[in-house]
């Protein structure tokens, strides 16, 4: 991966989120950049989720956070119901925000610590003035119920009083009570037990279609996303490297990098469970291994040819398009598996082995 191109996005009057050529960049000591996001492109259709996967430093949050605003791309579009937010002055962005929550990783941390549950959820209301204090417990009282908790049992108790899994509900609760359309959730289960994972992970569905909720959720790990996500898209270093609907993708990943993703997550519930498939190659499970390239100083041509098994010449030199292989399966690769060798590879003369 680590490829260019628009190939995969659908028609822009039905998505509701649409983003365009989105490049976020830090400054870096000497005067350097840090490229977190490099030229990226995706869009989400209403009612859809889009599970965003890489590892670690591959700039998903960047993204997440990007959609907000927060901060202002370097470049690129980001389109909201029609709208692009990066031209919005500061009021209006506040007013989007609104209608689209984040859920974080680490729950605990992302809920003061002083206040109570009903402070904390009864909040987003009170900030926008929505309704009497009677309708703000009301609804509060709702959400919390929808994620199984008693408003009278825990109104008065503060965060650190609850588990993790606790922590989170209360956040999904919060995240929902401005009846958001859009819901980024940032690596949401990360922080729990298998267990619980399972269970929150439970709860969004239910809370995706009761209230017609369109997902990005983030995540570090395939497995994760694979049974909430209706498209998944693929990141590395920056970039995307391929994009298909959930089935596809884990039943013919194209990308040597979605491969390999797709081998260290079955390795690591192997590791955990003492079951499951066998890994192809030892090759692929060493790669998964290897050290991320730098995002100050990224791979030329393909970022992910430093790692990759199959790159070849043009690898260095030409960075891949995204082009569809198979009826909406994309790859950004010179040399995807299961499919022909680019066109410019083809034309450089390499064949795809
Ligand atoms: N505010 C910042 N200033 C400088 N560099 C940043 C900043 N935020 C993120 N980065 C860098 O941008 C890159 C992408 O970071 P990001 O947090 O988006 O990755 P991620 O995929 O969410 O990783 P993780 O799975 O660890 O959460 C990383 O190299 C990170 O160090
Ligand atoms: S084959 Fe080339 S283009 Fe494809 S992922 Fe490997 S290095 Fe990148
Ligand atoms: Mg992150």
């Not at 960047?62 to 919005?88: I, M, W």
């Not at 509900?169 to 990360?190: G, H, K, Q, T, Y």
Request: aromatic letters at 6%.
């Amino acid at each position: 991966m680590a490829g260019i191109g628009t190939a995969h996005l659908r028609d822009a009057e039905q998505s509701i989120i649409r983003v365009e050529h989105l490049v976020v960049e830090f400054p870096a000591p000497r005067g350097q950049k840090v490229h977190a996001v490099s030229d990226i492109s995706f869009d989400v259709l209403p009612g859809e989720t889009l599970g965003i996967v890489g590892e670690s430093g591959c700039g998903k949050s960047t993204t997440g956070r990007a959609l907000l605003q927060l901060p202002k791309p370097t470049s690129g579009k980001v389109v909201f119901e029609g709208v692009d937010l990066t031209g919005l002055t500061s009021e209006a962005m506040r007013q989007v925000r609104t209608k689209m929550q984040v859920i974080f990783q680490d729950p605990i941390s992302s809920l003061y610590p002083r206040r109570t549950v009903a402070e904390l959820v009864l909040e987003p209301l009170a900030i926008w003035d929505v309704g009497s204090s009677e309708d703000r417990v009301q609804r509060a009282r709702l959400m919390l119920s929808e994620v199984n908790m008693d408003y009278d049992s825990v109104s008065w108790r503060r965060p650190y009083e609850f588990s993790i899994g606790q922590c989170q509900r209360i956040s999904i609760a919060r995240a929902l009570m401005l009846n958001p359309r859009v819901l980024i959730c940032d690596e949401p289960v990360s922080a729990l037990d298998v267990s619980v994972q399972a269970q929150i992970l439970n709860l969004l569905e239910d809370m995706k279609r009761r209230y017609g909720l369109t997902m990005i959720f983030i995540s570090h790990d395939l497995a994760v996303v694979k049974n909430v996500s209706d498209r998944v898209l693929v990141m590395f270093l920056g970039k995307v490297c391929e994009v298909a609907d959930a089935e596809s993708l884990y039943s013919a990943p194209a990308h040597p990098y979605t491969r390999a993703l797709l081998m260290a997550s079955v390795i690591s519930s192997r590791a955990l469970s003492r079951a499951g498939a066998q890994p192809t190659t030892f090759a692929e499970e060493e790669e998964t291994q290897t050290e991320m390239p730098s995002s100050v100083t990224p791979p030329s041509g393909c970022r992910y040819r430093t790692r990759c098994p199959r790159a070849q010449e043009i690898c260095g030199v030409q960075e891949p398009i995204m082009r569809e292989i198979k009826t909406d399966h994309f790859v950004a690769c010179h040399f995807p598996l299961g499919a022909p060798a680019s066109t410019e590879a083809t034309a450089a003369g390499h064949s795809n082995t």
